[in-house]
């Protein structure tokens, strides 16, 4: 099976190309990034001289790359590429639009242009957040209405529509994912979880916004990975699938999980302004994937957690690149004199 992975050098998708390479001998991986300011090589260190995997640096949003990249060779597209931080959304929407609206319908053009409508398939990893805000009970399902309140969600929203039609009106194998909150390892320090351990660990105070009551559900990235792998290949097309991590936790109770775990001072808790139209509670029903495909998630949230402390603890290296943004050399160092291409 040869995969069009796009953003594969961000936090999730650096980890789906792991796991693939992990599970699967036979699989051939293409890996498509920008590099933009999430996307760090580094995270693929590991499997630099393994000649399944090639990464290509290219941009969603142009047309010719995605044609060179995508060719009738492929036989399924998994898209990550995306900006996925809510606070730069509230920054700057326009990015937001271009990249996760723009560079989805620009996949899916090319795959239309190509034609092999069932023998192509095109993996949306969407959101939860594309639902909007719940109160204190209930979860969503694929049927919720859709109520994205962020430009973040709205863009991923209007990609999860922009999909739909493809499938509807040209016939193409879309099948979406709406998945919680992830953490794990190469997760890009502005996200709640890594920003924390960080903080904490150089004692500097730890930005827990408004109250900190607002919840959201965890999963471990490779419960996600085995999610997606188990929808692109078994998924029925044209479906949606939520994916969770039955953890529904307030932001405050993480907070002190890492400190704790640290055995940090619960003083360098710092309560600040609240983001603009904070979604309250999000919450999965993901029934649909476990009774449809058989997936559940595997790892237990203060497992999970536990170990994802202790793999930045070991990985200072990765952190402190990340945070001097020196890991933006390493494509230049890596690549500069060889051209875009590499086994
Ligand atoms: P990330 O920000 O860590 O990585 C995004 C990657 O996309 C980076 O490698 C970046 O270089 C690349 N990219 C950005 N713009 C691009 C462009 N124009 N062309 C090509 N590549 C580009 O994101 P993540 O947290 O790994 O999320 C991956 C996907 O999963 C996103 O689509 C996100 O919406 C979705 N998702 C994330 C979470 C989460 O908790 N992180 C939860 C549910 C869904
Ligand atoms: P985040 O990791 O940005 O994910 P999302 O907004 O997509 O759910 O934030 C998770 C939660 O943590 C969210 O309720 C906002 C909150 N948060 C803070 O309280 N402080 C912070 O510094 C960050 C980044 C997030």
């Known amino acids: 099976m040869k995969v069009l992975v796009t953003g594969g050098a961000g936090f999730i998708g650096s980890n789906f190309v792991l796991h693939l390479l992990e599970r699967d001998p036979e699989i051939e991986i293409l890996n498509f990034d920008a590099l933009t300011y999430a996307g760090n090589l580094e995270n693929l260190r590991a499997v630099e001289s393994d000649s399944r995997h090639r990464f290509v640096k290219g941009d969603i949003c142009d047309h010719h790359a995605v044609a060179e990249a995508l060719d009738e060779s492929i036989d399924a597209v998994v898209h990550f590429a995306a900006e996925s931080h809510v606070d730069r959304s509230v920054e700057g929407p326009g990015i937001f639009l271009r990249t996760n609206v723009v560079g989805t319908q620009v996949l899916l053009e090319r795959l239309r242009q190509l034609g092999h409508l069932d023998r192509q398939r095109f993996v949306m990893v969407s959101t939860d957040e594309v639902y909007g805000s719940l109160g204190p009970s209930g979860a969503f399902t694929e049927t919720t209405p859709l109520g994205p309140n962020s430009p973040y969600s709205a863009s991923k929203a209007s990609a999860d529509l922009v999909c739909r039609a493809y499938h509807h009106t040209f016939g193409l194998d879309v099948v979406t994912t709406r998945c919680s909150n992830n953490y794990g390892p190469f997760q890009f320090p502005e996200k709640l979880i890594p920003l924390m351990i960080a903080n ?99 790892i237990d949230f203060e497992r999970g957690m536990g170990e994802t402390i202790d793999w ?21 160092q890596m690549y500069g004199n060889r051209g875009a291409h590499r086994g």
Request: charge should be negative; glycine fraction near 8%.
């Open 312 to 332: 930045y603890l070991a990985h200072a290296d990765w952190l402190d690149q990340v945070r001097s943004g020196a890991y933006r050399g390493y494509y230049e």
């Open 200 to 298: 904490a660990l150089e004692e500097k105070s730890l930005p827990v916004y408004g109250d900190g009551r607002n919840v959201r559900d965890w999963l471990h990235v490779r419960d996600h990975c085995t999610a997606i792998d188990t929808v692109m290949r078994h998924g029925r097309s044209g479906e949606i699938y939520n994916i969770g991590g039955n953890s529904e936790r307030e932001n405050i109770e993480v907070v002190r999980f890492i400190l704790d775990h640290l055995e940090k001072s619960h003083e360098l808790i710092n309560y600040v302004t609240d983001r603009p139209g904070h979604d309250r509670r999000y919450a999965i029903d993901a029934s649909k994937i476990r009774d449809e495909l058989g997936w559940e998630p595997q």
